[in-house]
């Protein structure tokens, strides 16, 4: 039995405004951005984890590190990083907010947005892209659950991984067998979010539980509202 613990990096510089950071603007956490990393680690201080997986991306390799630096019942086991755990690639709109895209590149984007499983960004990728690379992990990761526990009596693997908000969504998606082209309507991935997936022995990437999904109470104190 697998269980896939997910979450998306802290704020960077880049963050307010929000802009469109993919894969080729390599921005780190800012303070902030570590407090917030911070604040998830120490709320995930007393669960252990067999692996700690990461986008290579900075901004989300700091957040896996401030994790794994936490002291936990188990020692922390380093930290992996994944290709297929980068952010969507966004092409030309990187870096670039809602704002400037609208003003910019206004009619592509619409036609974008109301199907951004098939359409690609402009130089970029496409949902349907971004879901490949999700459902080669989820495979990956059954795969080597299964073999690690061929035999032995039913038992929970944890995972985390440590992500972007497109790729989290998109993953979600392929995990719950949502059409890809609502990734954006369907879910959402605020940064240091708590979401987690289980899947049974023998299962399917697209066969996953939701157990919990945006938690983000350990970085929302009264009287804010822990879904904002």
């Known amino acids: 039995m697998l269980t896939l613990v997910l979450t998306r990096h802290g704020l960077t510089p880049r963050s307010r405004p929000e802009q469109h950071l993919g894969q080729r603007i390599d921005a780190p956490l800012s303070d ?19 692996r700690i997986v990461s986008s290579p991306l900075a901004r989300a390799r700091q957040t896996a590190e401030a994790i ?9 086991p380093p930290v992996e990083t994944d290709n297929r755990l980068l952010e969507m690639d966004y092409g030309a709109w990187e870096g670039l907010s809602y704002e400037q895209i609208e ?7 619409r036609r974008w947005e109301a199907d951004p499983a098939a359409r690609e960004c402009p130089g970029g990728e496409s949902g349907e892209q971004v879901a490949a690379r999700a459902r080669s992990f989820l495979e990956d990761l059954l795969q080597r659950d299964e ?21 989290n969504r998109v993953l979600v998606c392929v995990a719950l067998n949502i059409p890809i082209r609502e990734f954006r309507q369907r879910v959402i991935q605020s940064q240091v979010n708590l979401t987690a997936l289980r899947w049974r022995d023998r299962a399917r990437p697209e066969d996953a539980a939701l157990l919990l999904l945006n938690d983000v109470a350990h970085v929302r104190r009264p009287p804010q509202t822990p879904w904002e």
């Open 32 to 50: 902030e951005g570590h407090e917030q990393a911070v604040a998830l680690a120490e709320r995930l201080g007393p669960i252990a984890f067999e």
């Open 68 to 76: 794994a630096a936490v002291p936990c019942v188990t020692p922390r």
């Open 103 to 109: 003003e910019r590149d206004g009619e592509r984007r």
């Open 147 to 167: 073999h690690l526990h061929e035999g032995r009596l039913p038992v929970e693997s944890r995972v985390l991984a440590v992500a972007h908000s497109t790729l």
